[in-house]
């Protein structure tokens, strides 16, 4: 008797430098990235076979094994250039030809579409269509929440960020996929908004996972121990990802001035460096230095190069304090994995991760928009070591409970599974393309 063969999910992220081992730091290089792969791995684990679409570009090769049964497929088109994610709709049309051809000279067949963002949604739509495979799309940022929410001269940020198309492009987008992935409550509520009006059928909140086989507490003297290790001292108030405006990293050094005032061991630590910098990078981490010496915070100020992701873990335990400052966060993979280690966190207001915590239980949210009421927050975790152990112990209790990947992989698959979303092209459900999971556990993790 013949076996059936493997159950197979095409997941695309079409932008950045997607690879087996995270570039970090590389240009549009971060936490998406790092949600694909450890989304796809955990699929993986479930049984299905697991194909990372990307684009191929520089000199990378065709194929990448991540673990067993996923692996990332890079397809070219655009030329041999880093393309920024911008613009990279332009390019997409090339890659869905070039991605059709290899699916179909290699006989491939995928159960469904994951899609990562704006660009890579385009793309997913263009094999969908071309194979009338069931398509998911996970936006990870939305256009016009990000357009509505950032600082500067609207031609400027216009030409910068071509928020027009993207608008126009996620619009069509949202209308014709079989289900949208919103990360959190916040997204949700856009999406059903004036600016997109997606039935709220078609949505699902499965937030970001993170690997708690690396992010986990540890005891203060490890911690201590730690902070030897990497050579700091006093209190570190750590904040780290990449070099943009809308992380917020000025406003977090205008509060980190109220902070320092209130205690004499506290620094700031900002891993933001990039291996390849550009520019406009390397002006906007002037500025910031500019910015602390004004404030006279040039010596509490560190500013480090990214952090190997093999250390992570480390810096996040050796922190007293993690800050997530940003004018615009959809999430902030970064503050789970904080919190999971033990790490009291300060999150933005400006997101969706606010909403999912505790106040004084398990995190502290502010404005970063008001320097003063950031800053008193990261000075109430400082100041008060009865605050500092309930948000370390809870926060790590909160990040077990909501956000492992497993239980994220389970949410995917049972939306996947549910009669709104697995359905043919005459509209008549497919449950049994979906009824066996291989290995995959039968209870859903709630998030």
């Known amino acids: 008797m013949s076996q059936a063969p493997p159950k197979r999910i095409m997941q695309i992220s079409t932008h950045g430098y997607v690879s087996a081992d995270i570039e970090f730091g590389m240009p549009d290089t971060g936490g998406q990235v790092v949600y694909v792969l450890e989304l796809s791995k955990c699929l993986a684990r479930f049984g299905y076979h697991v194909d990372i679409f990307t684009r191929q570009f520089e000199d990378q090769p065709q194929f990448q094994q991540v673990s067993e049964n996923c692996r990332i497929v890079r397809i070219p088109c655009g030329g041999k250039a880093f393309i920024g994610k911008e613009v990279m709709c332009d390019a997409i049309p090339e890659w869905v030809v070039n991605a059709n051809a290899f699916i179909k000279k290699e006989g491939l067949t995928y159960d469904f579409i994951n899609s990562h963002y704006w660009d890579a949604g385009l793309a997913g739509m263009g094999v969908a269509n071309e194979f009338h495979i069931t398509h998911i799309h996970t936006p990870h940022s939305i256009g016009a929440w990000k357009r509505d929410n950032m600082d500067g001269d609207p031609d400027d940020l216009e030409k910068k960020y071509n928020f027009n198309q993207r608008v126009r492009d996620e619009t069509v987008l949202f209308d014709e996929c079989d289900g949208l992935i919103a990360t959190t409550p916040q997204q949700r509520d856009i999406l059903q908004g004036e600016h997109y009006s997606v039935d709220p059928g078609k949505i699902r909140v499965i937030p970001p996972g993170y690997d708690d086989s690396r992010f986990f507490p540890v005891s203060r003297a490890s911690r201590a121990a730690l902070k030897l290790q990497y050579g700091f001292e006093g209190r570190i108030v750590l904040a780290l990802g990449r070099i943009a405006r809308n992380k917020g990293y000025d406003l977090l050094i205008q509060a980190m001035e109220k902070v320092c005032h209130r205690h004499d061991d506290v620094k700031l630590l900002l891993a933001i460096g990039s291996t390849e910098p550009t520019k406009s990078e390397r002006e906007m981490i002037d500025e910031l230095k500019t910015l602390a010496k004004k404030l006279r915070l040039g010596k509490r100020v560190i500013f480090a190069d990214y952090i190997p992701d093999e250390e992570l873990p480390d810096y996040y335990r050796l922190a007293d304090v993690f800050a997530l ?26 997101g969706g991760l606010w909403e999912r915590l505790d106040w004084g239980l398990n995190g502290i949210y502010a404005n970063p928009f008001d320097p ?11 100041a008060h070591p009865r605050l500092w152990n309930q948000m370390s112990r809870n926060g790590a209790h909160r990040a077990r409970a909501d956000f492992t990947w497993i239980g994220i992989g389970q949410q995917v698959i049972n939306m996947i599974k549910g009669p709104s979303i697995a359905r043919g092209d005459n509209g008549e459900e497919e449950d049994e393309r979906f009824a066996d999971v291989a290995g995959a556990p039968s209870e859903i993790v709630q998030a």
Request: aromatic share 10%; proline share 5%; with cysteine.
């Open 325 to 350: 400052s940003s004018r615009y966060e959809p999430f902030g993979m970064t503050a789970v994995e904080a919190m999971a280690c033990g790490t009291p966190l300060v999150c933005t207001t400006e």
């Open 372 to 382: 003063y009421d950031y800053g008193s927050a990261i000075h109430h975790v400082l």
